[in-house]
């Protein structure tokens, strides 16, 4: 982010906050690319889910309205998903100069 070097435990974390500007950035691009895709795959899976169940219900929300919960519910924690994969997508990528 503000283009300073520090030191950094690659072998603990994948993710870096720097220390001048307290942003956090991805340690190499495979981190985040890894993260996205299987938040992606994720949120893709609970999407379908989540359409599966209100198409397979929706005669039954009529009379049972706690089904519309269910049904917030699940699209929620897929646009969550989705927005997770958004995140690292957008991650900035920190480069290793080189081991100290």
Known sequence: HCHDTF?????????AR???CRK?????PEFARTRSIIFLIFGLVVLGIA?????GTMQSAVEKGGLY???????LV???LLLRSLYY????ISLIEGAI
């Open 51 to 55: 359409i599966g169940i209100t198409v």
């Open 24 to 28: 956090v950035s991805s340690v190499g």
């Open 7 to 15: 030191l950094f435990n690659t072998l603990n974390n994948a993710l």
């Open 78 to 80: 897929a646009l969550l």
């Open 69 to 75: 919960v269910v049904y917030v519910g699940a699209f």
């Open 89 to 92: 997508c957008a991650m900035k």
């Open 18 to 20: 720097c220390p001048h």
